[in-house]
């Protein structure tokens, strides 16, 4: 692909608008565009990102065998009002009516609707576990929406539920989101740190976040350093398992600004490990039992005797997740971005320097674009005519993590190989081809 083809308008200076560095850098490098207070259009850089970390929460949600569906951003007020939550949401909640005067909603989560759909159609116990999820836009109508995407009002989120017949399988359960929400964090090359939660108007009694350290963030946190050094990359998807990653984490103190409590954090952890910062919430994970089930009468039959099941919730932050990399990667001071590659909009980017009266330089652009395309390197070719700084600059500052510079200093068959914040290296094609396959794994 040419740069010159692809919708990028980028800015040569940061908007003033923007706060945080990610907002900055997502509208200067035209990811996103503004249309009203806390919403967002995602322009082709930005929608890529998105797409490949919902890819990758996809994947992870099914590997611990979670089913997707999809279940509208519409929905009526009678399921709220039947679990009670149609009052007590409050201002949060953006409610319509439609022509025959019937009370709807923009669905800000999807605890009443998926508990609903479970109601209808499981009867059984022998149908347990059911682990569902689907990835959908929601809207709540943020007091103070700012910092961009990071806390907008409509963002893309994925939700999951579960429904088990007991409290010790729906720990389990509990259990198997956590471990994926570390894997999917992981993935994304990002430390997100469990941290024990209040539940909020979920409601429910055990509760997560998932935060990763930020200036920016919004979430107080306090905790135990030790805790990010736990590894979970021995973890099975069994029982005794996940029962002991989770405990690997608990064992240290890791709270949030409605769980702290000074005592305790003085009496759990030693005073060199002692940390309070910031941080940005980026999943939540939720256990309630029969907060739902019990006021919509959700149940099965267990030996006879109607149990209503036990419920969790386990959300991600999509969209915000693209912000959140941000905060977590972008050197501000020096405007440089690396994505990792696993969410980069594209592996490499060719820059060739180009003359007006002859092309060779971009002959050669065209032949590496054509050998990484064979090894599934997903590269763009800027065919612009900056000079080669501006251009190199732009690549930085999108966070292209591979560059490859094609130009005065380019001798025979040896190319000139960035990866940004290492050294530049003079190698042949194979060897660049292959540093960038290799990292990709
Ligand atoms: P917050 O404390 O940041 O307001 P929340 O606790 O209300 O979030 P949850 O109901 O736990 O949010 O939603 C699951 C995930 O959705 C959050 O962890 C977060 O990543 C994301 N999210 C929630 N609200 C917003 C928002 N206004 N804009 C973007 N992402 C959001
Ligand atoms: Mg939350």
Redo the contacts with the bound molecule.
């Keep these: 692909m040419y740069f010159s083809k692809l919708f990028v308008p980028i800015l040569k200076n940061n908007p003033s608008e923007a706060k945080i560095k990610s907002h900055k850098l997502m509208l200067r490098t035209g990811m996103i565009k503004q249309s009203s207070s806390g919403i967002y259009s995602w322009l082709p850089l930005g929608f890529k990102i998105m797409k490949k970390i919902e890819k990758i929460v996809r994947e992870e949600q099914n590997r611990v065998g979670a089913q997707e569906i999809l279940m509208p951003t519409i929905q009526s007020s009678e399921i709220w009002k039947e679990s009670g939550r149609y009052e007590d949401y409050g201002e949060e909640m953006l409610r319509i009516k439609d022509r025959q005067n019937r009370e709807m909603l923009y669905g800000p989560?999807n605890e009443e609707l998926i508990t609903d759909i479970f109601r209808t159609s499981i009867k059984s116990y022998k149908s347990l576990p059911q682990l569902l999820y689907h990835i959908q836009w929601k809207f709540?109508d943020?007091l103070r929406p700012r910092f961009g995407?990071?806390?907008?009002?409509e963002?893309y989120?994925k939700d999951a539920y579960s429904f088990d017949v007991n409290d010790d399988e729906a720990l389990l359960s509990y259990n198997k989101f956590f471990l994926s929400y570390l894997r999917t964090f992981k993935r994304m090359d990002l430390s997100a740190i469990p941290m024990a939660a209040d539940t909020?108007p979920?409601g429910g009694n055990l509760s997560h976040?998932f935060i990763i350290l930020a200036d920016t963030g919004?979430?107080k946190i306090y905790t135990d350093k030790r805790i990010f050094d736990v590894n979970s990359s021995e973890t099975t998807i069994e029982k005794d398992s996940l029962k002991s990653l989770r405990k690997d984490f608990e064992k240290y103190y890791a709270v949030t600004d409605e769980k702290f409590n000074q005592n305790e954090f003085e009496k759990h952890v030693p005073e060199e490990y002692r940390l309070k910062t910031k941080g940005i919430?980026?999943?939540?994970i939720f256990y309630f039992g029969d907060k739902y089930s019990k006021p919509m009468n959700a149940s099965v039959d267990f030996q006879g005797k109607k149990m209503f099941v036990k419920m969790g919730s386990y959300?991600?932050?999509v969209?915000?997740l693209v912000g959140a990399i941000i905060e977590a990667k972008y050197d501000d001071k020096n405007e440089l971005m690396k994505w990792p590659l696993s969410v980069s909009p594209f592996d490499c980017a060719i820059i060739p320097m180009i003359n007006k009266n002859e092309n060779s330089n971009l002959e050669k652009a065209n032949n590496i674009y054509k050998y990484f395309k064979d090894k599934n390197i997903d590269t763009i070719i800027d065919d612009s005519d900056e000079n080669i700084s501006t251009k190199i600059k732009n690549f930085n500052l999108i966070g292209i993590p591979f560059q490859i510079v094609i130009g005065k200093k380019t001798e025979g068959d040896l190319l000139e190989f960035n990866e940004i914040g290492e050294k530049t290296k003079k190698i042949k094609i194979a060897e660049a081809a292959q540093i960038i396959i290799n990292k990709k794994k």
């Design positions: 989560t709540r943020e995407i990071m806390r907008c009002r963002f989120m909020g979920i976040e919004e979430s919430e980026v999943g939540h959300g991600v932050g969209s915000r």
